[in-house]
């Protein structure tokens, strides 16, 4: 088995990877199976005049290569090109990408660093995998320094039509720079095809039968590798008991009230004033909902220094905040807003004991949320998952209820079946989406990557 190179904007903690996500801990596991090496960005910034060299950590058969950043690389290649032109370009939200030509340059120049720390560890046999949006042009840069391996990258994010794509300055080069690498993966068929669009329309690349693009006298192998969860691991939490969540659970039982429950990044893509506003006309047009209904919203912080996500946080304060005041009661609180982050097993809990998992993105790759949802049902009583037809999920997740996360009535009407919806109907979806999680788990995604990644 050839060494596997990972590399990611961060990397994460090899040590305590049972409480991270479920991407850190399968990529994890499987590269302590095979060895291998993970290299990222510390999470630390440093003055433009101090040269650090990379730190080389062993932990047991990973090798852990990190590299600072200086203030100028986390302000142009972070905040701006990644997180400021990138991540709202490829969901779709040209209002607001910040285009600067400062930030292009500090990406490269970033990825650039990337190169040069990663080139002394590389061995000839190495199997090179590179990950998301901040590290577009990695490979072009190590084949210029000679790298010779094969080098796969995966997009955990969407990846826009051309015509979203052509509004941002040197797209051109970005969808080159893709075409450096030995395998494209995606999340799904609409970002595969999307890319073969471009290709096809503005690179005059053909397209071969097996789904490979020809670029000059090699081929590129793009193809759908849906990411998936670590189903058992995650059905093994919810299964454990929680004090805490019991005792809000029966309370609840008690007064007979169901719980909506939406677990999110705190970010403008993933369609949380919609939401609330869809939550709010739930009660508008069923009133005999109202205090029988609560909404719990966990929003976990994130990229707080970019101007965008300060303004999303504001309004969901203020939307929680008049949803309240319009209609709580002494004794009921309709929205509850966790500006926060909720231990794992404590998340795997409060899924399992909420009637309704609203995941509803305007765009979203894949939404592992959704997955963990479906994970922490019971056989005996399940819930329902309410998904947006934008996230990447709803691809192959058809037995949730499938809604337009723009169309706040229609996420309404929806939340209304999902909390009468009859026990057998539910075990019905339940059991189809349980199967299609399990066909594509975490486990799936690794195997069936780097099966085409080391054999062509
Ligand atoms: C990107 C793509 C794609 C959230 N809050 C807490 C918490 N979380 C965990 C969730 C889940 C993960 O974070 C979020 O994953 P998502 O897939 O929903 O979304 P992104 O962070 O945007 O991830 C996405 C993914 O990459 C993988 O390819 O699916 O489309 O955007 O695991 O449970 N975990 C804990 N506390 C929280 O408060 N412990």
Redesign the pocket.
């Known amino acids: 088995m050839k060494r596997l190179v990972v590399v990611s904007n961060r990397v994460a903690d090899l040590k305590r990877s049972a409480q991270s ?3 850190a801990v399968g990529l994890a596991d499987s590269l302590k199976r095979r060895g291998g090496v993970w290299m990222g960005w510390d999470g630390q910034t440093m003055r433009a005049d101090e040269q650090p060299e990379p730190r080389i950590r062993k932990i047991g058969d990973v090798t852990q290569v990190t590299i600072p950043l200086t203030e100028e690389d986390y302000a142009q290649y972070y905040l701006g090109f990644s997180n400021s032109v990138l991540w709202p370009l490829f969901h779709y939200r040209l209002d607001l990408v910040d285009y600067k030509t400062v930030y292009l340059e500090g990406y490269r120049r970033v990825t650039s660093k990337f190169a040069d720390a990663l080139l002394p560890v590389l061995e000839p046999d190495d199997l090179i995998w590179i990950h998301d949006y901040h590290l577009i042009p990695l490979a072009a840069e190590l084949r210029q320094r000679g790298c010779k391996q094969r080098i796969g990258y995966f997009l ?2 969407p990846f826009p039509p051309p015509e979203v794509l052509a509004a941002v300055p040197r797209h051109r080069w970005l969808v080159e720079s893709l075409l450096e690498y030995d395998v494209l993966g995606f ?1 799904t068929n609409t970002d595969l095809g999307n890319l073969q669009h471009y290709v096809e329309e503005n690179l005059g690349c053909k397209m071969e039968a097996n789904g490979r693009i020809a670029v000059g006298d090699r081929s590129v192998h793009a193809g759908c590798f849906p ?1 998936g969860i670590d189903v058992d691991a995650f059905v093994a939490m919810a299964e454990q008991p929680n004090e805490e969540v019991q005792i809000e659970t029966q309370r609840r039982e008690i007064l007979g009230r169901k719980q909506i429950i939406g ?3 705190l ?1 403008y893509t993933k369609g949380l004033p919609d939401r609330l506003r869809a939550f709010a006309r739930l009660l508008e047009l069923y009133p005999e909902m109202r205090k029988s209904v609560a909404l719990m919203q ?1 929003a ?1 912080p994130t990229r707080e220094e970019v101007e965008a996500y300060v303004e999303i946080r504001t309004e969901l304060e203020a939307l929680s905040g008049s949803i309240n005041g319009r209609f709580a009661d002494f004794n009921w609180t309709p929205v509850r807003y966790i500006h926060g ?4 097993d404590a ?1 795997a809990a409060l899924f399992r004991a909420s009637q309704v998992g609203l995941v509803t993105p305007l765009r ?6 959704a997955k ?1 949802y479906i994970a922490a049902q019971s056989m005996e009583n399940p819930g329902v998952l309410v998904l947006s037809k934008f996230a ?1 999920a709803a691809e192959d997740l058809r037995e949730a209820l499938i809604v337009n996360p723009f169309d706040v009535d229609d996420m309404a009407r929806n939340l209304c079946r999902a909390l009468t919806m009859p026990l057998e109907e539910r075990q019905q979806r339940q059991r189809a989406l349980m199967k299609r999680i399990r066909e594509h788990d975490n486990a799936h995604w690794l195997k069936s990557f780097l099966s085409v990644l080391e054999n062509g």
């Open positions: 996500g479920g991407l955990h994010i999340q990411i677990v999110d990044r970010d966990i976990t982050i909720v231990p794992r998340l979203d790759g894949m939404n592992l949320v963990e990447g």
